[in-house]
């Protein structure tokens, strides 16, 4: 299993940002997908979570109205769009899936400051 993220860097407040996570090493279009971040100082959250045909989400409060997630089962590529972006926003994003155990990517940075 691989996962791969991308797309993080450096954003204003108000702005947005496009996370892709490229998986391989398993049939991505079975398995729930999730993203989650860790701020600096602060434990590893779960952010958001999509079910293997991309037809259920849910997402943390504290994201719910700005964050997006989706996925392009042809593609086996997850995505977080990320919008009104605010300067606690700022943590390293993970992708994960379960798959008997915990997969993690790498993660990619996102930092929100003016």
């Known amino acids: 299993v691989q996962l791969v993220e991308s797309g993080g860097g450096l954003v204003q407040p108000g702005g947005s940002?496009?996370?892709s996570c490229?998986?391989?090493g398993f049939a991505f279009s079975s398995y729930r997908m999730s993203w989650y971040?860790?701020?600096p100082g602060k434990e590893r959250e779960l952010v958001a979570?999509?079910?293997s045909?991309?037809?259920s989400?849910?997402?943390a409060d504290s994201v719910k109205g700005r964050f997006t997630i989706f996925r392009d089962n042809a593609k086996n590529t997850?995505?977080?769009q990320?919008?009104?972006l605010k300067v606690e926003d700022t943590a390293v994003y993970y992708c994960n899936v379960l798959r008997y155990v915990d997969y993690w990517g790498k993660g990619t940075l996102v930092t929100v400051s003016s």
């Open 17 to 19: 940002l496009r996370l």
């Open 37 to 39: 971040r860790q701020a």
């Open 82 to 84: 990320m919008n009104s």
């Open 22 to 24: 490229a998986a391989s």
């Open 49 to 51: 979570r999509i079910t």
């Open 78 to 80: 997850v995505y977080l």
């Open 53 to 55: 045909a991309g037809d």
């Open 57 to 59: 989400t849910n997402y």
